[in-house]
């Protein structure tokens, strides 16, 4: 079954820092592309930045360059989001996702809740 | 970069059809045909529904895309009590990123 479970998230104060983890299963992870999305508490969805296969290329959406990093261990099929300096809106479900397609998100996990509150 | 403009909520009668628009700019929607429409059911994960613009991913041949300059469409034809949900657009944009819209909430009444 192809499946990608989030883990990392948490309640963490403002200016804090957080890495949110992507287990991939069921799929050849070093053949795709994989995204970040959140969601913030009745909002909509927010694209957040994908990787390349191999690691050399990465993309942010402007919102977030320079507090988020992208990476991957493609040994261990995994994904990863560092978040620094978090703010309060930063709180959201954290979504990891495959680019299946060009520009589209095939397979999504369940989500990971980060809270950033005092 | 900012977000693509849906329209906040459409509804329909079961049978009915509704037609979803999402716009753009020619950096996004216009310059590329990579839009895709995502699914969302309350406290679940988004589901793919249609890339590359019109291509169904492995849903009802009720979803149907297109796109004409820098507006994309999706349309439901014979709307279901199922198919009551938020829907979003996203397209690939010129910096090589990707960007999502407002979102459509679509109550089947």
């Known amino acids: 079954e192809v499946q990608l479970v989030e883990s990392g998230g948490g309640l963490v104060q403002p200016g804090g820092s957080l890495r949110l983890s992507c287990e991939a299963s069921g799929f050849t992870f070093i053949t795709y592309y994989m995204s970040w999305v959140r969601q913030a508490p009745g909002k909509g969805l927010e694209w957040l930045a994908n990787i390349k296969q191999d690691g050399s290329e990465k993309y942010y959406v402007d919102s977030v360059k320079g507090r988020f990093t992208i990476s991957r261990d493609n040994a261990k099929s995994s994904l990863y989001l560092q978040l620094n300096s978090l703010r309060a809106d930063d709180t959201a479900v954290y979504y990891c996702?495959?680019?299946?397609?060009?520009?589209?998100?095939?397979?999504w996990g369940q989500g990971t809740t980060v809270t950033v509150s005092s | 970069q900012s977000a693509l403009t849906q329209p906040a909520s459409v509804s329909g009668s079961p049978g009915q059809s509704i037609t979803i628009s999402c716009t753009g700019t020619?950096?996004?929607?216009?310059?590329?045909?990579?839009v895709s429409w995502y699914q969302q059911h309350p406290g679940k994960a988004p589901k793919l529904i249609i890339y590359d613009v019109s291509s169904r991913s492995g849903v009802s041949d009720r979803f149907s895309g297109s796109k004409s300059g820098n507006t994309a469409s999706l349309t439901i034809s014979g709307l279901q009590a199922e198919d009551e949900a938020d829907y979003y657009c996203?397209?690939?944009?010129?910096?090589?990123?990707?960007?999502f819209g407002t979102g459509t909430r679509v109550t089947v009444l």
């Open positions: 996203s397209s690939f944009t010129s910096s090589s990123t990707k960007v």
């Open positions: 020619s950096s996004d929607i216009g310059g590329y045909n990579y």
């Open positions: 996702a495959r680019d299946g397609r060009p520009a589209a998100m095939d397979v």
